[in-house]
């Protein structure tokens, strides 16, 4: 069995910075692609950043780039989503997931969490 765990949510004020953390254990190895996607309310699930397995490449989504920053410890089977500078409009909830090959989609994820809240308010 694969299981991702995401944590590191919570309330965070506009302006501010938050760390997500991302726990992957079982059959996922450090080869695997990881990457962030958030669901606001109403709204569909959207990607937001990726990386390979080295971290040498990542993608970011338009809305997050320069301020979020993807990284990984292969060692800890671990991926994390530093985020600077929120808005209002990051509040979403922030899922981890793993997949073969690095995608914008999430139809390329094999493996997903359950999810961590993230609230900016000012």
């Known amino acids: 069995q694969v299981q991702v765990v995401e944590s590191g949510g919570g309330l965070a004020q506009v302006g501010g910075s938050k760390r997500l953390s991302c726990a992957a254990s079982g059959s996922v190895h450090s080869t695997y692609a990881m990457g962030w996607f958030r669901q606001a309310p109403g709204k569909e699930r959207e990607f937001v950043a990726a990386t390979i397995w080295s971290g040498t490449f990542t993608l970011y989504a338009d809305s997050v780039k320069g301020r979020f920053t993807i990284s990984r410890d292969n060692a800890k089977n671990a991926v994390y989503l530093q985020m600077n500078s929120l808005r209002p409009e990051d509040t979403a909830v922030y899922y981890c997931?793993?997949?073969?090959?690095?995608?914008?989609?999430?139809?390329?994820?094999?493996?997903w969490g359950q999810g961590t809240q993230v609230t900016v308010s000012s």
């Open positions: 997931a793993a997949a073969l090959k690095i995608s914008r989609s999430t139809s390329g994820y094999d493996y």
